[in-house]
């Protein structure tokens, strides 16, 4: 008869392990970026908030949540502090009441024009680290391991 240790199925090393290089990788590539981000005292969920704001415009709670990343009420409490910290704008929609929209202040957009140059170049580091085909190529694998997700 089998044992149990017999029936399972061996796990890989964890050097090979997808989710924990994954980790790595983010842990790796995040301290330029924290350290940008530190100089106007904003967090990296923040930070994903005004960049998918300026580049979108205004969006409904729901939007703004997926393509940031973020849980939908982590992005309540973060949009809140951030609208209390004059970064966003949020605003209640005419036709249904329960829906939120939110949009970047001058405040918010300001700190995006002024760190474009330093994301700019940190990219430019990671490419460099990469190569710019094995960058390219990185951002096309990790896409096909996106949730169904429209842009």
């Excluded at 990343?69 to 005419?94: F, H």
């Excluded at 330093?118 to 990790?142: C, H, M, P, R, S």
Aim: hydrophobic share 40%.
């Amino acid at each position: 008869m089998p044992t149990a240790k017999n029936n399972k199925a061996k796990l890989v090393s964890t050097t090979r392990s997808l989710p924990i290089m994954l980790i790595r990788a983010r842990e790796g590539i995040m301290p330029p970026i924290r350290e940008m981000l530190a100089e106007y005292d904003i967090t990296e969920q923040q930070w994903r908030v005004l960049r998918v704001l300026a580049e979108y415009g205004p969006l409904d709670t729901s939007s703004v949540a997926q393509r940031a990343c973020l849980l939908l009420p982590s992005l309540t409490r973060i949009a809140q502090k951030m609208r209390d910290n004059g970064l966003v704008s949020l605003s209640r929609d005419k036709v249904d009441r329960r829906r939120q929209t939110i949009s970047i202040t001058r405040a918010g957009q300001h700190i995006v024009d002024v760190n474009q140059e330093k994301a700019a170049d940190i990219v430019k580091g990671f490419k460099k680290t990469l190569g710019k085909e094995n960058y390219e190529q990185l951002l096309d694998l990790l896409a096909l391991l996106e949730p169904e997700f429209k842009d």
